[in-house]
């Protein structure tokens, strides 16, 4: 079966920092991939995704940028944390466009 | 542009009663529409998918109705339990991306 896995589980890191998120999905190949932004009290914001190794689509302008550098890998950085990027942040696959997504756990991040 | 609207007051329901939810949209017409859960402190878990060629889709409990003239989709719970307490996203597509709304939470009292 299909697992998705997604570290640290919560973060906290001052402003200006680096960012490094990871993603990885198992049990599948070639999935699409998503990386999705939930503020507190907000609705979920599609930043980027990914319908192969290398293709990355960004959703919204910002400091924010996506790797994909294996099938099953996706990876969300930044150079500069601002204090906006606090949030819950969700990676996600499907097998393709048009059917349900599944999601991981998900990384609490905190910026100070 | 296109909208998605959900209920965003707090649904609070009775144990053993049915639950439903609301989900409009405005603007454009989905050829399908999905639902979440999420629980607190969590990611959303795929319930359902409804394609706008039909009208109802059951799972268990679970109930979607999916009206393109009203552009409305309906989520209903029956014999609704404690453990369906969560807040339930609707999730229809703009072009090939899904987009979330906001979500009701519910809270079925015991």
């Known amino acids: 079966s299909q697992t998705i896995h997604q570290w640290p589980a919560t973060l906290v890191q001052p402003v200006g920092s680096p960012l490094s998120l990871e993603c990885t999905v198992e049990?599948?190949?070639?999935?699409?991939l998503y990386w999705y932004r939930q503020a507190a009290g907000r609705g979920l914001q599609l930043l980027f995704y990914?319908?192969?190794?290398?293709?990355i689509s960004s959703e919204v302008p910002q400091n924010l940028s996506a790797s994909r550098p294996q099938d099953r890998q996706f990876i969300l950085s930044s150079k500069k944390l601002l204090l906006s990027d606090s949030g819950f942040y969700l990676c996600a696959w499907s097998v393709r466009t048009g059917v349900g997504q599944f999601f991981g756990p998900g990384t609490r991040l905190t910026v100070l | 542009s296109q909208k998605i609207e959900q209920n965003s007051e707090a649904l609070n329901i009775q144990e053993g009663k049915t639950a439903t939810l609301t989900c409009n949209y405005t603007n454009y017409s989905p050829a399908y529409l999905q639902w979440y859960r999420q629980d607190p402190g969590r990611g959303p878990v795929f319930l359902l998918l409804?394609?706008?060629?039909?009208k109802e889709k059951r799972k268990e409990r679970l109930k979607v109705t999916f009206d393109t003239t009203l552009k409305q989709s309906l989520f209903h719970i029956t014999a609704s339990q404690p453990a369906d307490s969560a807040t339930y996203l609707c999730a229809p597509p703009v072009s090939d991306k899904i987009i979330f709304g906001k979500g009701t939470r519910l809270h079925i009292l015991p």
């Open positions: 990914s319908v192969g190794i290398g293709q």
């Open positions: 049990g599948t190949s070639n999935p699409n």
């Open positions: 409804i394609r706008e060629n039909e």
